[in-house]
T-cell receptor, first 110, second 115 residues
């Protein structure tokens, strides 16, 4: 039983476009949601987190949360080739358990 | 301000040997999580520890795997009698305290290869 689901991709977008990454979760006890970026052979790096319904913006990144639909997304504006990586969605529940999705592979084409 | 330190970066073991993976959390961090990642897959939760306590080991196989986080020294993930299926990247992550919205900080991982 998967806790967090992501479309594995690969997702390809042209440079300068908006990349949209989606994530759903099954545990209604999940409270906080995190987006990590992982380059091939490297460790995950935190991009941002969100815990309230609505949008949260940080530079070119916007996280969106809809708890009623159990849906989280990450938008990357003005995509750059350096954004090419795997994006991992994680949900944390009240027991401080973190569950990760399998990740979405993003390629930004110059 | 050192980050999460894992060693070794690469570890090769023959079937039946023991593997010991070490993780030193960031300074001031007392919570440690271990994850396993197979190629092209996500991070699979294994165990969550605080200093001297295992909080949640629901993701760790009951046989051959154990973890500890002593009062002094790094956290250790121990795999006894390794098999080829144990080959994976093992990541450690730490946080200073466990309230909600406190992100995990990851180490560079240990790549275990079982021959």
């Amino acid at each position: 039983q998967k806790e967090v689901e992501q479309n594995s991709g690969p997702l390809s977008v042209p440079e300068g476009a908006i990349a949209s990454l989606n994530c759903t979760y099954s545990d209604r006890g999940s409270q906080s949601f995190f987006w990590y970026r992982q380059y091939s052979g490297k460790s995950p790096e935190l991009i941002m987190f969100i815990y309230s319904n609505g949008d949260k913006e940080d530079g070119r990144f916007t996280a969106q949360l809809n708890k009623a639909s159990q849906y989280v997304s990450l938008l990357i504006r003005d995509s750059q080739p350096s954004d090419s990586a795997t994006y991992l969605c994680a949900a944390e529940n009240t027991g401080n358990q973190f569950y990760f999705g399998t990740g979405t592979s993003l390629t930004v084409i110059p | 301000n050192a980050g999460v330190m894992q060693n070794p970066r690469h570890l090769v073991r023959r079937r039946g040997q023991e593997a010991r993976l070490r993780c030193s959390p960031m300074k001031g961090h007392s919570h440690v999580y271990w994850y396993r990642q197979l190629p092209e897959e996500g991070l699979k939760f294994m165990v969550y520890l605080q200093k001297e306590n295992i909080i949640d080991e629901s993701g760790m196989p009951k046989e051959r795997f154990s973890a500890e986080f002593p009062k002094e020294g790094p956290s250790i993930l121990r795999i006894q009698q390794v098999v080829r299926g144990d080959s994976a990247a093992y990541f450690c992550a730490s946080s200073p305290f466990r309230t909600l919205n406190s992100p995990l900080h990851f180490g560079n991982g240990t790549r275990l290869t079982v021959t």
